[in-house]
């Protein structure tokens, strides 16, 4: 079983920007697309973003497209998130997780990481 870390959250002021990174151990990510859910208090787990083993196709939720940016460097096993812009609904417990395929469904992912809290707030 692999462990999926995540980090670079915070707290940030309306309009402001954070890079969040899910890093791997055990593993190499190179196999896998990796995605990004978030969940705010009360709510339910809610995917974000999600980007393919190569890089070469990524997805977004409606909320956050043209905001929001996945990447990955597959030589540092690492996913990253860009989020500028950010809004005080973006406030949440960010997670990544990996599958051989994007799902667009938690229930399909089997490994998390412990999440990283985002803070948007004036």
């Known amino acids: 079983q692999y462990q999926l870390v995540e980090s670079g959250g915070g707290l940030v002021r309306p309009g402001g920007s954070l890079t969040l990174s899910c890093t791997a151990s055990?593993?190499?990510?190179?196999?896998?697309?990796v995605a990004w859910f978030r969940q705010a208090p009360g709510k339910e787990r809610e995917g974000v973003s999600c980007?393919?083993?190569?890089?070469?196709?990524?997805d977004y939720a409606d909320s956050v497209k043209g905001r929001f940016t996945i990447s990955r460097d597959n030589a540092k096993n690492t996913v990253y998130l860009q989020m500028n812009s950010l809004k005080p609904e973006d406030t949440g417990v960010y997670y990544c997780?990996?599958?051989?395929?994007?799902?667009?469904?938690?229930?399909?992912?089997?490994?998390w990481g412990q999440g990283t809290q985002v803070t948007v707030s004036a």
């Open positions: 997780a990996a599958e051989y395929v994007c799902q667009r469904s938690a229930a399909l992912y089997d490994s």
């Open positions: 055990r593993v190499s990510l190179d196999d896998y697309a």
């Open positions: 980007i393919s083993s190569s890089g070469g196709s990524a």
